[in-house]
T-cell receptor
Framework: GQSLEQPSEVTAVEGAIVQINCTYQTSGFYGLSWYQQHDGGAPTFLSYNALDGLEETGRFSSFLSRSDSYGYLLLQELQMKDSASYFC???????????FGKGTRLSVIA | DAGITQSPRHKVTETGTPVTLRCHQTENHRYMYWYRQDPGHGLRLIHYSYGVKDTDKGEVSDGYSVSRSKTEDFLLTLESATSSQTSVYFC????????????FGPGTRLTVL
């Protein structure tokens, strides 16, 4: 099976950069995904890393190191609207469902 | 936005009553999932479907059953609701096995008194 660990809370200042880490333990591994969820809303897909390295999408980047069973989400030029919960997720193979970490609540302060 | 709806959006019921939640999609995606979300637990998988009449259990399936008789509909049933099933329930869809992109419905807030 899979388990993913991430910090429960992170606070950062508007305009700054923040990194949300995710470590995983799994008998197999198919890639690492990141989802964002605002209070009262539904999770939405942010990014996916199938291979080691950095994937960049605008202000958001995601990194994966398979050898270290570790990944992170990097948010740059933080805005107040980035205050949300962020979940890492992974799966073992094509048919198996995603397993989600418990989420990191990001608070962006002025 | 992916065409995925959930009904009802809010429900209050009493312990011991049956409850059915509906997830409807217009995307013709093969995979459908039911999650529950509780504070401190993140998203936990209840059941999922990989095709019409093909379903499997997730990590918290006890007390829940599902059915998928059409591609577009995935029903979650609580046969006899308990207070521990008070939660927010999310449905999600995924196009095929080669992607990790799941699209979530708006959620159903269920309260069992």
């Amino acid at each position: 099976g899979q388990s993913l660990e991430q910090p429960s809370e992170v606070t950062a200042v508007e305009g700054a950069i923040v990194q949300i880490n995710c470590t995983y333990q799994t008998s197999g591994f198919y890639g690492l995904s990141w989802y964002q969820q605002h209070d009262g809303g539904a999770p939405t897909f942010l990014s996916y890393n199938a291979l080691d390295g950095l994937e960049e999408t605008g202000r958001f980047s995601s990194f994966l190191s398979r050898s270290d069973s570790y990944g992170y989400l990097l948010l740059q030029e933080l805005q107040m609207k980035d205050s949300a919960s962020y979940f890492c997720a992974g799966r073992n193979s094509g048919n198996t469902p995603l397993v989600f970490g418990k989420g990191t609540r990001l608070s962006v302060i002025a | 936005d992916a065409g995925i709806t959930q009904s009802p959006r809010h429900k209050v019921t009493e312990t011991g009553t049956p409850v059915t939640l509906r997830c409807h999609q217009t995307e013709n995606h093969r995979y459908m999932y039911w999650y529950r979300q509780d504070p401190g637990h993140g998203l936990r998988l209840i059941h999922y479907s990989y095709g019409v009449k093909d379903t499997d259990k997730g990590e918290v399936s006890d007390g829940y059953s599902v059915s998928r008789s059409k591609t577009e509909d995935f029903l979650l049933t609580l046969e006899s609701a308990t207070s521990s099933q008070t939660s927010v329930y999310f449905c999600a869809i995924k196009q095929d096995a080669n992607t990790d992109t799941q699209y979530f419905g708006p959620g159903t807030r269920l309260t069992v008194l």
